[in-house]
């Protein structure tokens, strides 16, 4: 996602664009350099925005305030917070505390941010019954060992069953003693809600910079806040996943998350009937949606519930979301049909009402 202004760099598809900043008076000059752009917006408000390469993404920080200079330091304290995030929760480093429990099978002493991101992922489990579950690295681990394009056989089939059966976050034991897996060659991975926690902290550092008007773009996740005395819409474009060149849908957001899961981004198979989201329950990809975006209150439970709502049929998607006060928006897998909450703040695009 970019934010689309004339006077910024072009932007490139992802699987939503930040359409624009509604900030009162149009761009009236831009400075900066070193992947800084700065642009006046009004007589006395900028827009400060930044790039930086995160979790194998580009992360976005845009800033809308009256000082330039507090809300560059704010972005750099942002980064900051974001990158120690990722480091202790990244499953990629093997000496890292979500690698060495992966390895063993038990961690003592976890860090705070591991032990906040394991307990809420437990508490999305619960609540989804399961639908969201961070135990199926053993299935997604050997997907990703295949060549590509997979083609299953008989004895993948039987591969993937032994590992799905390893898949129970309620054999994750979490305490003050620390982490432990009830069975030998459990393991989880955390990117379903990592980013969307990276994002959260991301936001955490600039509110205690001082800045109040905000937004966050991380490759397919979102967070933005809004002043309440000088209120402002930010308009997300949601990309169809039939066509990533062409956006369906556009929505506005002022103090909320989005997340989006689907199977046009990373995928395994030609026909994109597995790719990077598993079905717990069944060891393989789940089949209803291309592309589902849950917009919440913050970024973590976006992300988690945006994975977790791909295995859910429809009515079962409403009930839960509902539930949790979270809007939602899905593109049948076949292209032909979208639903949509009733209370989703869309702008443009069509989506049966469900």
Known sequence: ?????????????????????????????????????????????????????????????????????????????AYVRMG????????????????????TGRLEHPPRELRDVLGRSQAISALTDGDFDVSVLPVLRFFESLQVPVVLDAADREAVARRDRLVNYR??????SGIRFAHPGMAITLDGLAKGYVIDQGIAALQAGGIETALIDAGGDLRAISSDRQPHQWHVGIIDPADVNRMAAVVSTRNAALGTSGNYRIFYSADRRLYHVINP??????????????????????????????SMPLRRVHEVL??????????????????????????SGQAEVA
């Open 281 to 310: 329950h069944t060891g393989y990809s789940p089949q209803n949606y291309a592309s589902v975006t849950v917009m919440a209150d913050n970024s973590m439970d976006a992300d988690a519930m945006s994975v977790a709502a791909a």
């Open 322 to 347: 509902a539930s949790q006060n979270q809007q939602w928006l899905l593109f049948a897998r076949d292209g032909g049909r979208r639903w949509r909450s009733w209370d989703l703040p869309m702008v």
């Open 1 to 77: 996602m970019r934010i689309v202004d004339p006077m910024l760099a072009p932007a490139s598809p992802g699987r939503r664009r930040i359409l624009k900043a509604v900030a009162g008076a149009a761009a009236l000059g831009v400075l900066g350099g070193g992947g800084w752009f700065v642009a006046r917006r009004a007589r006395n408000l900028f827009e400060v925005r930044r790039e930086r390469t995160l979790m194998q993404t580009t992360v976005a920080i845009t800033c809308l305030d009256e000082d330039v200079t507090r809300a560059g330091i704010a972005i750099d304290a």
């Open 84 to 103: 120690a995030a990722v480091a202790v929760l990244t499953r990629f480093d093997p000496e890292g505390p979500v690698g060495r429990l992966n390895r």
């Open 171 to 176: 054999q994750i034991t979490m305490d003050a």
